[in-house]
């Protein structure tokens, strides 16, 4: 415990110390920056060890107790570091980045302000196909010459925008209203200040592979730039216990253990608990059993109804 008059020191890392204020590129016009941080790697294991006096833990039992706490999903501690970033994003990716509702944030505005001069531009090898799997993904790429065509209107699009919004403030119309046709893919910008545990549920849906490829392009350099930087134990022990782990349900564990004992008592328990058609069969549709299926082949296992079709 900290005695009376004691001083209290600012932690400092010097790794994130030398990247203050460095702007990471992203995307064509996009970036993010470090504005500001509290707290590290020893402020997780002091708030778990309320008793923990500098100098009487090991540096490996400091590194184990983080580890337990990522592995149990204790999230106390982790809140006691905070990271204040600054960011250029377009505005429909900052719309699923803000849907994460547990960061103070504060946004350039549009209505006290002119517009940011910018806009995502997609090059025309970068155009994506929907994806037949769900409604919300994308899965390959248009051929290169409907990408030029689509480049090319898009180029002509967003400069007409620009032109609209530019005549409406040369004519004096109020900037609350004359901002409303601009097109989601201007750039806004942001501080967005957030505690470790809720940046970590940031990072763990926006790196997955199956995020939308602008943000998950912002949460991949958060992460592999800035976090890693700032507190290296904790993000070891996230990507090992939350980006890179497997989970399996209590039905999928049921499942797994069936196959073990051979490949038709798989097929038997996955029908009995609704994956399967009646005769053993897949049904047209299942996401449950697609995610089942995914895990399976992450273990090196073969999926045993599979062979049946």
């Known amino acids: 415990m900290s005695e009376p008059g004691e001083t209290v020191q600012r932690p400092s890392v010097a790794a994130i110390d030398e990247i203050l204020g460095r702007r990471f590129p992203i995307l064509d016009d996009g ?23 500098a100098g009487t833990k090991r540096l490996q039992e400091d590194r184990g107790l983080v580890r337990y706490l990522m592995r149990h999903r204790h999230t106390t501690p982790f809140e006691m570091c905070e990271l204040k970033l600054h960011i250029r994003v377009p505005m429909d990716c900052w719309r699923q980045w803000i849907r994460h509702r547990t960061a103070n944030v504060n946004e350039y505005s549009t209505r006290y302000s002119v517009a940011i001069d910018a806009a995502q531009r997609t090059p025309p090898t970068e155009w994506r196909l929907q994806t037949s799997a769900n409604r919300q993904g994308s899965s390959g790429f248009v051929t290169e010459d409907v990408g030029a065509a689509l480049s090319d209107r898009e180029r002509a699009l967003l400069d007409l925008a620009r032109s609209v919004y530019e005549e409406r403030l040369a ?21 967005w200040k957030t505690d470790l ?21 912002y949460a991949t350099v958060i992460g592999t730039e800035i976090v890693s930087r700032w507190c290296p134990v904790a993000w070891e022990a996230f990507q090992d216990y ?14 797994l253990k069936a196959i073990h004992e051979s490949p038709a008592q ?38 045993p109804w599979s062979d049946s079709e």
């Not at 005769?279 to 299926?293: V, Y």
């Open 31 to 53: 970036f993010v920056r470090v504005v500001d941080y509290m707290g590290d790697d020893d402020a997780i294991v002091q708030a778990a060890r309320v008793s923990y006096g």
């Open 197 to 217: 545990h809720n940046l970590f549920h940031f990072l763990s849906l926006r790196m997955d592979a199956h995020a939308q490829h602008e943000i998950r392009a």
């Open 266 to 303: 798989g097929v038997s328990t996955a029908t009995r608990l609704g994956l399967l058609r009646s005769d053993g069969t897949t049904p047209l549709r299942s996401r449950e059993r697609d995610e089942l299926e995914s895990k399976l082949r992450r273990l090196g296992v073969r999926p």
């Open 242 to 255: 939350r980006l890179h782990s497997l989970e399996l349900s209590g039905l999928e564990l049921e499942i």
């Open 171 to 191: 004519a004096g119309v109020a900037r609350e209203q004359a901002r409303k046709d601009l097109p989601l893919s201007t750039y806004t910008e942001a501080y």
